[in-house]
């Protein structure tokens, strides 16, 4: 069964940074794309970006609002993936989910979320 | 960036009533397209990709269509359990796009 589990979410002050981590099971890790997906609250889903599997290069996509803040990384070893937000914005609150890209890289499976509150 | 709308972007309809949501793309996307349904305060899931494919576990009176610009998510025989909000999104470009969002309610 795939599991996908997000931790790090938090309060945090406008400017700070915060790490999320995605761990993941049930499946082959280092074979998967894997993306994060946001939604504000009471809002719609916001694609956030991914990171391809290392057999493509483990190269990255972002959306532009949060290109140049947020990184994503991936340790194959440990099946986990990580969200980087650096200079974050009270608009980055939101609830962060973790999911795997399948084949045609859009998400199929999704973790259960973690809220990051950002506010002074 | 491509722009994706969906209409209607809320509805009512009642059980056992056949429900059509439109996407459109802003540009071509062929059949880079998915469609998620999400209740309130729970994960998104995936119910269509590739446009018409039928995401394994999902019942079949949930269908998709279309390519290029214009696609449908149709329910066939609208249940209880479907009273949610579903979005597209499209997967042909980066950045990937989700359209707004159409909510489906109990009339």
Redesign the interface.
Known sequence: EVQLVESGGGLVQPGRSLRLSCTSSGFTFGDYAMSWVRQAPGKGLEWVGFIRSKAYGGTTEYAASVKGRFTISRDDSKSIAYLQMNSLKTEDTAVYYCSRAGELLDPDYWGQGTLVTVSS | ?IQMTQSPSAMSASVGDRVTITCRASQGISN?L?W?Q?KPGK????LI??ASSL?SGVPSRFSGSGSGTEFTLTISSLQPEDFA?Y?C?Q?NS????????TKVDIK
């Open positions: 960036d880079y998915a998620f999400q994960v998104p899931k995936r990709y590739a995401q909000t979005y999104l997967h980066y950045p990937f796009t989700f359209g707004p969002g």
